[in-house]
C-alpha cells in the first residue's frame, strides 16, 4: 500500500463535522478525530511515526507518542490492538496500513456521534503511555 493522500479525503465530512478549526477540542469525539487526523497525516505529509521503540522504523520523531497514546487509553480493547500492531511494522507499507486499519475503525458516524456528547478527557497533548520515540 503506498502512501497516498486521497485516503484522507475518505473522512472529510467526518473530519469537518467532528474536528475542530485549532486545538483539540471540548469533546472526546473532537479529541479522537484530532487525534487520529494527527497521526495520518503526519504520516503522509512528513514520515513521522508515533513509535520508533516498539515499532522498527525510524520515521521521524515528533510528538506523536502522545495522541497514540491517548487513543490507547481513552478508546476500546481494538484501537489498543491496532496501535500495539506497530511491533509488526517492519515496511512503510505495514505502517501505512496501521493507520488505514486505525482510520477505519474511529473515524466512522457511529463512534464519533456516541463521544460527541463526553466530555474532554485528559489531554491528546500530553498523554504517557506505551508509545514513545527514541
Known amino acids: 500500500m503506498n502512501k497516498d493522500m486521497d485516503y484522507l479525503d475518505n473522512f472529510n465530512d467526518i473530519i469537518c ?16 478525530a484530532t487525534a487520529v ?40 480493547a481494538d484501537v489498543r490492538d491496532i496501535l500495539l500492531s506497530i511491533e509488526n511494522c517492519y515496511t512503510e507499507d ?4 496501521l493507520l488505514c486499519i486505525l482510520g477505519d475503525e474511529l473515524l466512522t458516524e457511529e463512534v464519533l456521534s456516541a463521544a460527541a456528547n463526553k466530555p474532554k478527557v485528559e489531554s491528546i497533548y500530553e498523554c504517557r503511555g506505551p508509545f514513545r520515540l527514541k
Request: charged share 20%; glycine share 8%.
Open 37 to 76: 487526523n494527527k497521526l495520518i497525516y503526519k504520516w503522509w505529509n512528513d514520515g513521522d511515526v508515533y513509535d520508533n521503540v516498539l515499532g522498527h522504523l525510524s520515521g521521524w520523531c515528533n510528538d506523536l507518542s502522545s495522541y497514540a497514546n491517548w487513543l490507547f487509553i481513552h478508546t476500546n
Open 94 to 97: 505495514d505502517y501505512t496500513e
Open 17 to 32: 463535522k467532528y474536528m475542530p478549526p485549532r486545538g483539540e477540542g471540548d469533546t472526546k469525539a473532537s479529541q479522537i
